[in-house]
């Protein structure tokens, strides 16, 4: 079932560094990207999402950047801080259908 | 609260023993999922209904593994005879058919001893 592959498993970032992390997937048929942001004993949270009809999504800080040709998409959070520390969850689905998950990426903001 | 409701949070059994796990899903939403997730892992597909009808069952929910949901409102996800691998947290997310997105309950963790 592992068709969303993401990268890196972790990232220390420090606060007011750019945070980028990575995903690719496999189905072509997949027109629904979003990102989940999830804290420990937490449920994951949905943080921003993309179709593939843009390149490029933006709310506040955070930024998808999407490339249909590469299959990829990622995540980008300016201005990270020490708040945003989380696991960061990229996911893929097709027609409503059900969503399948990356592995998860450990994100570490110091200040 | 308008949002996923879980229930219980945490579940302590011993392994043999059954378990069953609640969602209350946001009122409007139509779809029902439940998720597995593992220490350092992504969330899991376990299986999802649409109203009342369960649409999907992954082939990794082992036929201990049982799911509801009457009347297409809260829904209920049982494990009979309970193993050890069997700990991990249980999710269950809810959405409309139109749109794809999904909302998260605070899950329910399981701990077979």
């Known amino acids: 079932q592992q068709q969303v592959k993401q990268s890196p498993q972790s990232l220390i970032v420090q606060k007011g560094g750019i945070s980028i992390i990575n995903c690719a997937y496999e189905n072509t048929a997949f027109d629904y990207f979003p990102w989940y942001q999830q804290f420990p004993g937490k449920g994951p949270a949905l943080l921003i999402a993309i179709r593939p009809d843009v390149s490029e999504k933006k709310e506040g800080r955070f930024t998808i950047s999407f490339n249909k040709s590469a299959k990829q998409f990622s995540l980008h959070i300016m201005d990270s801080q020490p708040g945003d520390s989380a696991t960061y969850f990229c996911?893929?689905?097709?027609?409503?259908?059900?969503?399948?998950f990356g592995t998860g990426t450990r994100l570490q903001v110091f200040p | 609260d308008t949002g996923v409701s879980q229930d219980p949070r945490h579940k302590i059994t011993k392994r043999g023993q059954n378990v069953t796990f609640r969602c209350d899903p946001i009122?409007?939403?139509?779809?029902l999922y439940w998720y597995r997730q593992t220490l350092g892992q992504g969330p899991e597909f376990l299986t999802y209904f649409q109203n009342e009808a369960q649409l999907e069952k992954s082939r990794l929910l082992s036929d201990r593994f049982s799911a509801e949901r009457p009347k297409g409102s809260f829904s209920t996800l049982e494990i009979q005879r309970t193993e050890q691998g069997d700990s991990a947290m249980y999710l269950c997310?809810?959405?409309?058919?139109?749109?794809?997105?999904?909302?998260f309950g605070e899950g329910s963790r399981l701990t077979v001893l």
């Open positions: 009122s409007e939403h139509n779809r």
């Open positions: 997310a809810t959405g409309t058919s139109d749109t794809g997105e999904l909302f």
């Open positions: 996911a893929a689905s097709h027609n409503t259908d059900k969503l399948i």
